[in-house]
């Protein structure tokens, strides 16, 4: 696609469902990142992919938290048992390859997860 | 661990007037990288600037501008002519190969009035 896809962009959950939160990469980009973003927060790092190599899970807040990304490409971060400190903005991105080689990573535009 | 801080949660200056956005960070390395990110209320982040650390001369992108002091770590945003366009969260950011993790400040909330 033309830019990063990201669904939902607004999710509402009860406390203790779990959920899942998707994304589309610019096609050809090998780098995929998910971040955090909570309220009158910065950007948390949360997970990286890089091609066929292991993932940084080092930024995964605890074990309700997971992603994978199937053929290289579309992602999906699944938060099991949510909780209300959950509640955030997930943001995706992803880049040509490692990003400091052109410091861009292009963003989408978000999925609003809310815990009741 | 590296640290970025925007000491400045929100800002607003006039149309055409200048603003500078105020970042500074923390680590022992020598060889980083910056950058600056604007968040629009789309959400949808886009970078607006970056800087190498290796590079002594400042960046700049048409009306926007760094302030880059190594020494005292220290990297600001300088946006000239500002338009009303240019209202969003701006956020600070350093990154420290091979680590790909890309270290975010919290952000400054830039409104630009007419």
């Known amino acids: 696609g033309a830019g990063v896809s990201q669904s939902p962009s607004n999710k509402v959950t009860e406390k203790g469902k779990d959920v899942e939160l998707r994304c589309d990469p610019i096609s050809g980009h090998t780098a995929l990142y998910w971040y955090r973003q909570s309220l009158g927060q910065g950007l948390e790092f949360l997970i990286y992919f890089q091609g066929n190599s292991a993932p940084d899970k080092s930024g995964l807040p605890s074990d309700r938290f997971s992603a994978e990304r199937t053929g290289g490409s579309v992602s999906t971060l699944t938060i099991q048992r949510t909780q209300q400190e959950d509640s955030a903005v997930y943001l995706c991105?992803?880049?040509?390859?490692?990003?400091?080689?052109?410091?861009?990573?292009?963003f989408g535009e978000g999925s609003r997860l809310t815990v009741l | 661990a590296q640290t970025v801080t925007q000491s400045q949660p929100e800002m607003s200056v006039q149309e055409a007037e200048t603003v500078t956005l105020s970042c500074t960070y923390d680590?022992?390395?020598?060889?980083?990288?910056l950058f600056w990110y604007k968040q629009p209320p789309s959400r949808q982040m886009i970078l607006v600037i970056r800087q190498e650390a290796y590079k002594q001369q400042n960046a700049t992108e048409n009306r926007f501008s760094v302030n880059f002091q190594k020494a005292a770590k220290s990297f600001s945003l300088k946006i000239s002519d500002s338009q009303l366009g240019d209202t969003a969260m701006y956020f600070c950011?350093?990154?420290?190969?091979?680590?790909?993790?890309?270290?975010f400040g919290a952000g400054t909330r830039l409104t630009v009035k007419p």
């Open positions: 991105a992803s880049s040509l390859a490692t990003a400091w080689n052109t410091g861009e990573l292009f």
């Open positions: 680590t022992s390395e020598s060889n980083y990288y």
């Open positions: 950011a350093f990154m420290k190969p091979p680590h790909v993790s890309m270290r």
